[in-house]
C-alpha cells in the first residue's frame, strides 16, 4: 500500500467496488471486498480499504475527475471472488472517460471521447 496518501482535492464521487464485503457471506474473503475509490477536483484517483489505508493512487489527471464507476461485477462467475479484477472509469471535466486498471499498479487502459 502507499500508506498516508489523501485526497487533496474536494470530493467529487466514490463507489465501492461490487465485490462488497460481505456479498454472499463472503466476508472479507475477496480480494478486492471493501474497496473505495474516491475522485476529487484536483483530477486524484485514489483507492482505499476496509482500514481506510491507500491501497492505489493513480497519477493525477491535469482536469478534474467528476466521476467513478467500477466494472460490475459478473453474474455468471459462479464466485465471489471478481473475476473482471479492478477495474473502474472516470469522468474527467475535460470530457474524457479513463478507464483504469487498478488490480496492481495502477495503469490507464483506455480513454475515450
Known amino acids: ?3 498516508g496518501v489523501s485526497l487533496v482535492g474536494e470530493l467529487q464521487a466514490s463507489a ?3 465485490v462488497g464485503g460481505n456479498r454472499g457471506g463472503g466476508g472479507g474473503r475477496a480480494r478486492f471486498g471493501g474497496w473505495l475509490g474516491a475522485t476529487a477536483a ?3 484517483l485514489l483507492v482505499y480499504g ?3 489505508e491507500t491501497l492505489r493512487s493513480a497519477p493525477p489527471c491535469r482536469q ?4 467513478l464507476s467500477w466494472r460490475p461485477r459478473s453474474e ?3 464466485s465471489d471472488e471478481d473475476d ?4 473502474a472509469a472516470t469522468a474527467g471535466a475535460d470530457g474524457l472517460v479513463r478507464v483504469w486498471d487498478l488490480t496492481a499498479a495502477p495503469a490507464l487502459t483506455s ?3
Do not use: I, N, Y
Open 1 to 3: 500500500g502507499e500508506g
Open 16 to 18: 465501492t467496488h461490487p
Open 42 to 44: 484536483d483530477g486524484t
Open 50 to 52: 476496509t482500514r481506510g
Open 64 to 67: 478534474g475527475l467528476s466521476d
Open 76 to 78: 455468471h462467475s459462479g
Open 84 to 87: 473482471a479484477g479492478a477495474v
Open 111 to 113: 480513454v475515450m471521447r
